[in-house]
């Protein structure tokens, strides 16, 4: 059910089109804090990606993601031109409707 | 994660139901900063603080409180005793009066910068909070039946057309957020650094500005208080990569209720980047006024843009 929800989210936001050049990786500041992946918008979006699979999350993955500041420093970077702060917004907005059912 | 959510989730919605405040404290905090201003409570237009500023010395010792009890363990005592918010609150969260008096005096100066422009305004002693942390934090459901049943009906009930905000939240709830999910909310929305016009000489004279992510890359703002620290004869120290629009870092204050340290660990990274500019930081946000002051370990003084353009710092 979830894994439908976030594959609409994979499509609207073409999240595929992602290169992996890690230009994100350089502005954003959770994973300037941390250096970990999953604290990163490369990461979160990935992630985003494979829950769309039906991959499952484990609950650092999903701290990564929830720890996104909605900044918007990645979007502006981005050469691929997703909208990774709206994205990411959205799947907290789902993962936080399934956790609280 | 999960029970953090739930316990964060409790501990708002009990609070929102209580006093319409994301925090449960006393709602007399919100208007004290008006006393002895001589601010009407009706008028053609209204000052909306959402009580963000007021809130901000509350929210640090709630954030302090949190390290040591998180909501994962705070939230199902809350659910349970929900009745008792209101006292746990006096007791638990008791922040210094000197933080408070210092926030209060952002808003008398945010009023001052406004009365001085001959804006004529009203204020709100029992306006509630707009629910920008439900959505920020994806409680999306949650904040839209609390704007629909809350913000909006008190707004349309009291035939409130036009809105002064003072915070980049608020402003971006009510000019973006809500009307995606409502539609033209009937309010006329304007920021209150967009009705200054004339400011004195401030008393500093170099800042570096730490950009609020919504006024500079949601709202399209950020040269609304360039412009105006600069008509006070105040220099900006500008950095291609510090202070640039793509690459200006957050002061971590969106996550202090998701996760504390990373929070804190992104504020002080940020601290130790425009330190390197100024020892005077320039914010115009009640978040990141709070997380960057917090974690400022004395590097640098802090200062809200109103009490630079007022000349009280
Ligand atoms: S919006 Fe999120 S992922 Fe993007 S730079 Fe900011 S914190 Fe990082
Ligand atoms: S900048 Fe865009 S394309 Fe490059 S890794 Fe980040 S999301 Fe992918």
Not at chain 1, 6 to 27: D, G, H, M, P, W
Not at chain 1, 30 to 58: E, F, K, M
Not at chain 2, 66 to 72: G, L, N, Q
Not at chain 2, 194 to 212: M, N, P, T
Request: hydrophobic share 40%.
């Amino acid at each position: 059910m979830i894994n439908d929800q976030v594959k609409l989210l994979v499509e609207k936001y073409s999240l595929t089109r992602c290169a992996r050049c890690n230009f994100c990786e350089s502005v954003c500041p959770t994973y300037a804090a941390t250096r970990r992946r999953i604290h990163g918008p490369r990461g979160r979006i990935w992630l985003i990606i494979y829950l769309s699979q039906g991959i499952d999350v484990n609950s650092d993955e999903y701290d990564g993601l929830l720890s996104c500041l909605n900044c918007r420093a990645c979007n502006q970077v981005c050469p691929a031109g997703i909208e990774i702060a709206e994205a990411i917004h959205d799947a907290k907005a789902l993962l936080v409707r399934n956790a609280l059912k | 994660m999960e029970d953090w959510l739930r316990g964060l989730r409790s501990i708002m919605l009990s609070s929102l139901n209580y006093n319409r405040l994301p925090i449960p404290v006393e709602r007399g905090v919100c208007s004290e900063w008006a006393r002895g201003m001589g601010i009407p409570e009706s008028g053609d237009a209204v000052i909306y603080t959402s009580c963000l500023y007021q809130l901000v010395p509350y929210i640090n010792s709630f954030t302090g409180l949190m390290e040591k009890a998180p909501p994962s363990a705070l939230g199902p005592l809350v659910n349970r005793l929900s009745h008792l918010v209101a006292s746990f609150a006096r007791v638990a969260l008791k922040p210094p009066r000197s933080e408070v008096d210092r926030v209060n005096g952002i808003v008398r100066a945010i009023a001052t910068l406004l009365i001085r422009n001959g804006v004529k305004f009203a204020y709100m002693p029992d306006e509630p909070y707009s629910g920008a942390l439900l959505y920020e934090l994806g409680f999306e459901d949650d904040f839209k039946e609390y704007f629909s049943s809350v913000v909006l009906s008190y707004f349309r009930s009291r035939g409130i057309k036009n809105v002064i905000t003072i915070d980049p939240h608020t402003h971006h709830i009510l000019t973006v957020v809500a009307p995606r999910f409502f539609g033209d909310l009937g309010l006329r929305v304007v920021n209150y650094m967009e009705l200054i016009k004339g400011v004195d000489k401030a008393k500093v004279s170099r800042v570096v500005i730490h950009d609020s992510c919504l006024y500079s890359r949601y709202l399209g703002m950020r040269n609304a208080y360039r412009v105006l620290l600069e008509k006070a004869g105040v220099e900006h120290v500008e950095d291609p990569y510090v202070t640039g629009v793509s690459t200006s870092m957050c002061c971590g204050g969106p996550v202090e209720s998701i996760n504390p340290s990373l929070s804190n660990k992104v504020a002080r990274l940020r601290i130790d980047a425009l330190s390197k500019l100024s020892n005077n930081v320039v914010v115009a946000c009640p978040i990141c006024y709070a997380n960057l002051s917090r974690n400022s370990g004395g590097r640098v003084k802090v200062l809200d843009l109103a009490e630079v353009l007022t000349g009280a710092q």
